[in-house]
């Protein structure tokens, strides 16, 4: 089962958050990225995700594994979208569900954190004076 996808179409975070759900469940975290106006000092007016697709999954898939293996949970998702973006919408999300709150939230802490780390996802803003420029994985974000 993949637990980890690029998308490029908004998604439904009640649908993906119902494939986490069981009878086991006592917690559930998630993170939710959204595009902002600003970074580093500067305006921005929306941004273009770039991906490596194949490499991205095989990466995102072992992140997901790894926190499937260091924390006590029953089940994480994470998607990210790639394409043209505008601000306020949603560029990542992550869900994990667990027995316990606490195991929820540091599993998806770290998810996001080694996403956004380590997937080749690129980040293309494009700023209210005209200006433009990369950012790379583990950069803002």
């Known amino acids: 089962m993949k637990r980890f996808a690029l998308a490029d179409t908004p998604f439904d975070t009640a649908t993906l958050r119902a494939q986490l759900l069981d009878e086991r ?5 998630s993170f939710e990225g959204w595009v902002r106006n600003h970074n580093d000092g500067r ?10 697709a194949a490499l991205a999954a095989v990466e995102g898939e072992r992140v997901l594994a790894e926190a499937m293996a260091q924390f006590t949970i029953l089940d994480a998702r994470c998607v990210h979208r ?7 919408e949603l560029a990542v999300w992550v869900g994990v569900s667990a ?5 929820a939230f540091a599993a998806c ?3 996001i954190d080694e996403v956004k780390a380590r997937v080749p996802i690129w980040k293309h803003e494009r700023y209210d004076d005209g200006d433009a420029g990369w950012l790379h994985p583990g950069t803002s974000g």
């Open 99 to 103: 027995a316990h709150r606490d195991a």
């Open 25 to 29: 469940v006592g917690g559930y975290a």
């Open 82 to 88: 790639i394409g043209d973006l505008a601000i306020g």
């Open 109 to 111: 802490r770290y998810i």
């Open 43 to 52: 305006d921005v007016r929306g941004l273009r995700y770039e991906a490596y």
